[in-house]
Nanobody, 121 residues
Framework: QLQASGGGLVQAGDSLRLSCAAS????????MAWFRQAPEKEREFVGS???????DYADSVKGRFTISRDNAKSTLYLQMNRLKPEDTAVYYC?????????????????WGQGTLVTVSS
């Protein structure tokens, strides 16, 4: 089970950190990812953390967003800096028990409920 939190209303240029708390004892073996979905758009990849420690980011967020994970707390984070209005979306965390951090939605078995991020201009 995944529980995402930390969303809110911010202004352009602000920062926000999202959290995704996972239940279970195998978090460290999972591949984890963040996706987002803006109104009337498809869900898109934001970034991921593979279980070997490697990271991957979408070009649209590279250099502004950073993913980290605390395996002891079974929690995934998304630090978002220099936010833009086009970052407005519902953000979802996802987990792949196979340990991969792939870019497509159907690679993930588990999803959090989503947390809304709104960036005003």
């Amino acid at each position: 089970q995944l529980q995402a939190s930390g969303g809110g209303l911010v202004q352009a240029g602000d920062s926000l950190r999202l959290s995704c708390a996972a239940s279970g004892r195998t978090f460290s073996t999972y591949g984890m990812a963040w996706f987002r979905q803006a109104p009337e758009k498809e869900r898109e990849f934001v970034g991921s953390s593979w279980n070997d420690g490697s990271m991957d980011y979408a070009d649209s967020v590279k250099g502004r967003f950073t993913i980290s994970r605390d395996n002891a707390k079974s929690t995934l984070y998304l630090q978002m800096n220099r936010l833009k209005p086009e970052d407005t979306a519902v953000y979802y965390c996802a987990a792949d028990p196979r340990g991969f951090g792939r870019r497509w939605t159907n690679a993930y078995d588990y999803w959090g409920q989503g947390t809304l991020v709104t960036v005003s201009s």
